[in-house]
């Protein structure tokens, strides 16, 4: 599927009514503006795929039918925010003439019993959210444009919502003064996992 | 017609070592002569014996071609230099017939401490790849941009070479710290070498096609090596040595992201 195929049908379901419109002109504008620096665009990539990972691991567990009617509708909420933030980060590299990686350019892989139980589908979200988090932290402290800077900060707090969510029904509610960023090669070696 | 040939011949000598490459023998009955980049060198013998086999970088393969070298059939490791040829009348319609990943070797003994691709950036790390005018040359500068690695890890390439089995045995052979090669080469030296990962949101899309050459003589059974290439047979292959299956259209895919499988 194409990123336009990809907007195309997600507007459709009604989730893309819900884009932040000034943020991402604002990603545009700056990407057709000024050339962003490879590091920029490494985390764009980056991102995009930490979402598409998001993306796929909602579906997937909304399929698995383990989730119960409070946790399924979490979970598609989560889903429809990771989508959103799939186009955001893609603006940055469609907006600099370049094509954000689609669901089919990825396989994703997860261990064994993810999708078994309704507690195995909120653990690994928790682990995956936190990674997610963490990327977007990392981002805004390793992308040099500060014009992208406010967007990836925003998206960072959408992810620390799930994590609260998540970690409280998993019992693990702990709130953190400063979550920790994590650095790309932290990221990117997190995603191996996942990644054929 | 003589003029684009000219040009492309010229474009692509500027990139070309010459040397590689070459037929060795001629094919048995039935077969034909296959210019084929260096990493199909174990999977096309297998798939038909009765062919003659020449393997090098898929830019020196595509350059003896356009200058007449005696070629039935060209296996090149991307769509790019097929398509040159075709443009410029020298193969038949290029089809597209696998795909492949990149990766990074390091020697068993791994002396530099290579873990992941960001380790090739730190200071006195040996790190060999092919001519940027090879396709896994091109892939791998396309990776490091990619990955933001670019100015950190080309000051740390020690060596450019013709194709990625140099790449590969050079490695083996302890001579760098690590390589960029093709997935389906680092399985052929299982014991000699270590494979670590690219990162999958940094792979460059590494499709391979090939094309019958216009003025082959032995038309017919090129066309039919081509066809033996894409049949079940062929790709299972093709598989069985580690190159992936063409994309199939991402019903599954889009089912997934629209939570609808």
């Given at each position: ?196 | ?8 011949v010229?474009?692509?000598l ?49 350059t003896q071609i356009a200058q007449g070298a ?192």
């Open positions: 599927m194409t990123r336009a195929q990809l907007l195309s049908r997600t507007a459709r379901g009604g989730a893309a009514a819900l884009v932040a419109g000034s943020a991402l002109g604002q990603f545009v504008g700056t990407a057709a503006a000024d050339p962003l620096p490879d590091g920029d665009l490494a985390y764009a990539r980056l991102l995009v795929a930490t979402e598409l990972l998001g993306a796929d691991f909602y579906a997937r567990a909304l399929a698995s039918g383990k989730a119960g009617p409070r946790l399924a509708k979490r979970l598609r909420l989560a889903r429809a925010n990771e989508l959103e933030h799939y186009q955001s980060v893609g603006q940055i590299l469609s907006g600099a003439g370049l094509v954000p990686a689609a669901p089919e350019d990825i396989d994703f892989g997860y261990p064994r019993g993810t999708f078994a139980s309704e507690g195995s589908l909120a653990g690994f979200a928790l682990e995956l959210e936190t990674i997610m988090l963490g990327a977007y932290l990392g981002a805004v402290e390793g992308i040099q444009t500060n014009a992208l800077k406010p967007v990836v900060a925003r998206i960072g707090a959408s992810e620390a919502q799930h994590v609260a969510y998540l970690a409280t029904i998993r019992g693990l509610a702990s709130f953190q003064a400063f979550p920790n960023p994590m650095t790309i090669q932290q990221v990117s070696n997190a995603l191996d996992a996942y990644t054929a | 017609m003589r003029t684009r040939l000219t040009a492309l010229a474009v692509l500027l990139g070309a070592p010459i040397g590689s490459g070459g037929a060795s023998a001629r094919p048995a009955a039935g077969g034909v002569t296959v210019f084929a980049a260096a990493s199909l060198t174990d999977v096309f013998p297998a798939l038909a014996p009765e062919n003659a086999y020449s393997f090098g970088g898929s830019n020196a393969l595509a005696p070629a039935d059939v060209f296996a090149s490791a991307n769509t790019a230099l097929p398509n040159q040829l075709y443009a410029a009348g020298v193969v038949e319609k290029p089809v597209a017939f696998t795909r492949n990943t990149l990766v990074v070797v390091v020697p068993k003994s791994n002396p530099a401490g290579i873990h992941s691709v960001y380790d090739l950036a730190r200071e006195g790390v040996a790190v060999d790849v092919a001519a940027p005018a090879v396709p896994v040359g091109a892939y791998t500068l396309q990776v490091l941009k990619q990955m933001g690695l670019t100015q950190k890890i080309e000051p740390n390439v020690v060596s450019q070479e013709v194709d990625v089995r140099t790449v590969l045995s050079k490695v083996a052979l302890g001579q760098a710290d690590a390589g960029f090669v093709y997935a389906t080469d680092a399985r052929t030296v299982p014991g000699q070498v270590t494979v670590i990962k690219v990162p999958a949101w940094a792979q460059p899309k590494v499709t391979y096609a090939m094309a019958v050459v216009s003025k082959s003589p032995n038309r017919a059974a090129a066309q039919a090596f081509v066809r033996k290439v894409l049949s079940k047979a062929g790709q299972a292959a093709l598989r069985r040595y580690g190159f992936l299956p063409l994309p199939k259209p991402a019903p599954t895919a889009t089912a997934m992201l629209r939570g609808t499988a």
